[in-house]
């Protein structure tokens, strides 16, 4: 029998499960699907074949309690198309992981013992890593046999040199909590510098390249070489550009003052800065479309929010820079990065002296492939690249289990 080539990449989250099933041979896509409000009444699962031959679609509505139930309603969709958990062609499952701490700079075989050191690292991560724990516990259950593999938000990120991860507060305070800077959004941004060096025509080990990961939750990277130097969120997502519904940067004092001042506890001011802040606290919408639309109609308040959106993103691109000393490329990716050509625009005007430019025409036109919307005349590229953070869990984990070391 020839060697197995396909992996499911599962991404737990505290109440939905998304996955991909793919073949390795070409990266192309067997099925896609989503479990969502898992414990709640009202439970979807979507699941969509796409191997060819009309298949369609398909939504199931009944309850389903728990990732375990979820999980294996899943198996039942992908065994209705022949390609159920069972199947001798799949090599491996890959797992998303939010927090790796320090320990996981790279995807990781899942043992028992991986499997607790990421249920250590919950304090850090409280908001994810529990419920990819569920996700890897159940899909064990499931298939005990298989190679199951952890794919790490953080892990680009643990290249980043000491002066750039580490906080100036007390050492051993620092040391005694885990408190440093750990970056997320790294699969995204390992794929998208990699992809960016393909679109020059170049190594990775080339080029250097800021990358601009812009979706619900947003965070910016310096790449020098195809290793990470440097990235906005730090101990957690909350830290860097302005975000759909995270502050980002604010001084730290602002929380002692609400505390004390405005008399809100430490939940409800976590509640404020992570799910009540950024575009949504500013103008009460966090999707980029709706803003453009209210901005197109003469609304200051959406004006307002996007001008403190960009004038961020635009400190650190000069931020960036700056670290890098020579920028090769600028990329734009996720939800608001491969769409809004009016954030793209805003966000390098002005920049001609740094070698930066958007080309209008080429910036305006639509497109689902890598792009690059410079004038020919640039020093530095810009470039539009859509993410894909399933392709690159699923490639590192098939290079995982397929290597000889495995
Ligand atoms: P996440 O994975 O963080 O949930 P995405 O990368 O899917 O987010 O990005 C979602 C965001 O992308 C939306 O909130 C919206 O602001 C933005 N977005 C999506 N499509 C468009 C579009 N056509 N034009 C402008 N913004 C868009």
Redesign the pocket.
């Known amino acids: 029998m020839s060697n197995p080539t396909r992996v499911l990449v599962l991404n737990s989250g505290s109440s939905s499960v998304k996955y991909q099933l793919l073949d390795m041979r070409d990266g192309a896509r067997l099925a896609v699907g989503l479990v969502e409000r898992i414990g709640e009444e009202t439970s979807r699962l979507v699941h969509t074949p796409l191997t060819g031959g009309g298949a369609e679609r398909r939504e199931r509505t009944a309850p389903i309690a728990d990732h375990e139930a979820a999980l294996k309603a899943v198996a039942e969709e992908l065994s209705a198309d022949g390609l159920g958990l069972d199947s001798p062609e799949l090599a491996a499952i890959g797992h998303r992981v939010v927090h790796g701490g320090l320990k996981f700079s790279a995807p990781t075989v899942i043992t028992d013992e991986v499997l607790a050191e990421i249920e250590r690292l919950i304090p850090v991560a409280p908001l994810h890593n529990p419920a990819n724990v569920t996700g890897i516990r159940t899909a064990r259950a499931l298939r005990p046999d298989l190679p199951q593999v952890a794919v790490f938000d953080t892990a680009f990120h643990t290249t980043m040199p000491e002066h750039a991860a580490r906080y100036a507060i007390d050492v051993e305070t620092a040391d005694a909590h885990r408190i440093r800077r750990y970056g997320f959004h790294g699969t995204s941004h390992a794929y998208v510098s990699r992809r960016v060096a393909g679109l020059l025509g170049k190594d990775p080990a080339e080029v250097n390249v800021i990358v601009l990961h812009?979706?619900?939750?947003a965070s910016a990277s310096a790449v020098r070489g195809g290793r990470c130097v440097d990235t906005s969120m730090g101990l957690t997502p909350l830290e860097g550009l302005v975000m759909?519904t995270r502050s980002g940067d604010i001084d730290p004092a602002v929380v002692f003052h609400l505390k004390r001042v405005g008399g809100m506890s430490t939940d409800e001011i976590d509640v404020l800065l992570n799910k009540k802040s950024g575009l949504v606290g500013l103008c009460g919408d966090?999707?980029?479309?709706e803003i453009?639309r209210r901005i197109d109609e003469g609304d200051e308040r959406a004006r307002l929010a996007f001008d403190i959106y960009i004038h961020r993103l635009k400190k650190y691109i000069g931020a960036y820079y700056a670290v890098l000393g020579r920028v090769d490329a600028v990329a734009f990716t996720?939800?608001?990065g491969?769409?809004?050509a009016p954030?793209r625009e805003a966000a390098v005007a002005g920049l001609e002296e740094l070698g930066l430019a958007v080309d209008a025409g080429l910036n305006a036109a639509r497109s689902g492939e890598p792009r690059l919307i410079s004038p020919e005349y640039a020093r530095v590229a810009v470039a539009v690249v859509p993410?894909d953070e399933e392709l690159e869990i699923a490639r590192q984990t098939y290079s995982l289990v397929t290597s000889p070391a495995h």
């Open positions: 812009l979706g619900n939750g759909g966090n999707d980029m479309r453009r996720a939800g608001v491969e769409n809004a954030v993410t």
